[in-house]
């Protein structure tokens, strides 16, 4: 069902200028290409490289891919896409593709031919974001930790990773004269306790969970979950519905130390998912934060939380010290990396 009074946001023109035109590669023929999650899809049309009438919409006031797609060509002026390039939130394997935080399912093929395009690429969304990371200017994205990341090697794997709905994860790394992806979902991978009052926190969702995943905190919803278990091993009592924007907005107004705790317990926890994705893939090339989790929270992000998760690595500590944490700064990272893979 589409709402027409659904959210809508158009991009400042300022992301503009950081086009992919210097790449011989991309098509010269418009192209849709998106970016699609459980809660936003930003969609953008590329032309000779330029990207260009980014727009963010509310998946939910959509029936899917095609409705959503649909409003936003309507929204710009109908377009003639020849292909198109969509990022999702969601292992891609096959034509049939189905949300995780969504309830959005549809098969590849149909997308292609209700949206009338030649060619349709779908990737996951964190494949979108890896790819994007090999092309990011020096000003999109803010070092937190680590090594500078020009003294990074230069074609070694990088990391990328980030909460928003879910926990995506992903990494890029260079083969020849191509960056290849390596498309994962780290994020359901088992959440290890790195301090021995984590144990405590795992024990209890053990209780309602049979598998705690990184996800499981690691997450918007993740982050509301955190505090309402902090909460009850404290034996405080805490307002049930607050979400983690309300969360956000009580730490940063100091007015709750618990919520405080949350966001520094959360980025501790990030950082040992990162730190131990570093150590699984040799990911000494950097690593790459993202996720509307990390926007939302903005300076509350606690860098010196995450370096202590991130460095709790024993004999390998050093080994993962050295390695760059960026947070990216540019706006729209995943559809950069869409309209990269298009040509691939």
């Given at each position: 069902?589409?709402?027409?009074?659904?959210?809508?946001?158009?991009?400042?023109?300022?992301?503009?200028?950081?086009?992919?035109?210097?790449?011989?590669?991309?098509?010269?023929?418009?192209?849709?290409?998106?970016?699609?999650?459980?809660?936003?899809?930003?969609?953008?049309?590329?032309?000779?490289?330029?990207?260009?009438?980014?727009?963010?919409?509310?998946?939910?006031?959509?029936?899917?891919?095609?409705?959503?797609?649909?409003?936003?060509?309507?929204?710009?002026?109908?377009?003639?896409?020849?292909?198109?390039?969509?990022?999702?939130?969601?292992?891609?394997?096959?034509?049939?593709?189905?949300?995780?935080?969504?309830?959005?399912?549809?098969?590849?093929?149909?997308?292609?031919?209700?949206?009338?395009?030649q060619h349709l690429r779908v990737v996951n969304d964190f494949a979108a974001l890896a790819r994007a990371v090999p092309l990011l200017?020096?000003?999109?994205?803010?070092?937190?930790?680590?090594?500078?990341?020009?003294?990074?090697?230069?074609?070694?794997?990088?990391?990328?990773?980030?909460?928003?709905?879910?926990?995506?994860?992903?990494?890029?790394?260079?083969?020849?004269?191509?960056?290849?992806?390596?498309?994962?979902?780290?994020?359901?991978?088992?959440?290890?306790?790195?301090?021995?009052?984590?144990?405590?926190?795992?024990?209890?969702l053990w209780q309602r969970y049979p598998h705690v995943s990184a996800e499981r905190v690691l997450c918007g919803p993740g982050l509301a979950l955190l505090y309402r278990s902090l909460a009850q091993i404290a034996g405080v009592a805490v307002d049930p519905a607050l979400d983690a924007p309300a969360i956000a907005t009580i730490a940063g107004e100091q007015r709750d130390t618990l919520a405080l705790e949350t966001i520094r317990t959360f980025c501790r926890l990030l950082g040992g998912v990162a730190g131990n994705a570093v150590l699984t893939m040799g990911a000494t090339g950097g690593v790459y934060l993202a996720g509307g989790v990390l926007q939302k929270l903005g300076t509350l992000f606690d860098a010196d939380a995450f370096r202590a998760g991130f460095t709790a690595k024993g004999r390998f500590s050093d080994y993962v010290a050295r390695v760059p944490v960026l947070r990216i700064t540019h706006p729209q990272p995943a559809l950069l990396g869409a309209a990269a893979l298009l040509r691939e």
């Amino acid at each position: 069902m589409q709402h027409s009074t659904g959210m809508r946001t158009t991009e400042p023109a300022s992301m503009t200028p950081h086009t992919l035109a210097a790449d011989p590669g991309l098509h010269h023929a418009p192209a849709l290409i998106g970016d699609i999650g459980g809660t936003h899809a930003r969609f953008a049309v590329l032309e000779s490289g330029v990207i260009s009438r980014v727009e963010v919409l509310a998946s939910a006031d959509y029936a899917g891919v095609v409705e959503a797609a649909a409003a936003y060509l309507e929204r710009v002026g109908r377009p003639t896409v020849a292909s198109a390039a969509l990022a999702v939130a969601t292992p891609v394997d096959g034509d049939t593709v189905a949300f995780t935080n969504l309830p959005w399912a549809f098969s590849i093929e149909q997308v292609r031919k209700a949206l009338r395009v030649q060619h349709l690429r779908v990737v996951n969304d964190f494949a979108a974001l890896a790819r994007a990371v090999p092309l990011l200017h020096a000003g999109d994205a803010q070092h937190l930790c680590g090594a500078a990341a020009s003294d990074a090697p230069p074609f070694a794997p990088r990391l990328v990773l980030g909460p928003g709905t879910g926990l995506g994860m992903a990494c890029v790394t260079r083969v020849g004269e191509r960056w290849h992806v390596l498309p994962g979902e780290g994020g359901h991978a088992t959440l290890a306790p790195h301090l021995a009052q984590d144990m405590d926190l795992i024990r209890l969702l053990w209780q309602r969970y049979p598998h705690v995943s990184a996800e499981r905190v690691l997450c918007g919803p993740g982050l509301a979950l955190l505090y309402r278990s902090l909460a009850q091993i404290a034996g405080v009592a805490v307002d049930p519905a607050l979400d983690a924007p309300a969360i956000a907005t009580i730490a940063g107004e100091q007015r709750d130390t618990l919520a405080l705790e949350t966001i520094r317990t959360f980025c501790r926890l990030l950082g040992g998912v990162a730190g131990n994705a570093v150590l699984t893939m040799g990911a000494t090339g950097g690593v790459y934060l993202a996720g509307g989790v990390l926007q939302k929270l903005g300076t509350l992000f606690d860098a010196d939380a995450f370096r202590a998760g991130f460095t709790a690595k024993g004999r390998f500590s050093d080994y993962v010290a050295r390695v760059p944490v960026l947070r990216i700064t540019h706006p729209q990272p995943a559809l950069l990396g869409a309209a990269a893979l298009l040509r691939e």
